[in-house]
């Protein structure tokens, strides 16, 4: 259960380190500060968190598949936030 806790916030703050830094243009990769850095991070981590546990709901019981569902499911998180 921890190694879980602790999978989960590593696939979020990755996706959301990564949707911030690659996922933007230019120039707002130019004024990213600390603050939307850990914003970033946080969001991924509460998508992540979501999309493992909807797998759950959902009956799946293959591990793999549910990081998987993480990272789609912090990816959509994020995607959504920024409003697009």
């Given at each position: 259960m921890l190694l879980t806790f602790i999978i989960l916030v590593i696939i979020g703050a990755a996706?959301?380190?990564?949707?911030?830094h690659h996922g933007s243009t230019?120039?707002?990769q130019q004024f990213a500060t600390t603050s939307?850095?850990?914003t970033?991070?946080?969001v991924g981590v509460a998508g992540s968190f979501m999309g493992y546990f909807i797998g759950g709901i959902l009956g799946i019981a293959a591990p793999i598949l549910l990081y998987i569902l993480?990272?789609?499911g912090a990816v959509l998180t994020i995607y959504l936030?920024?409003?697009r």
């Open positions: 996706v959301g380190w990564a949707m911030l230019w120039l707002r939307g850095e850990i970033y991070g946080l993480a990272v789609v936030w920024r409003g």
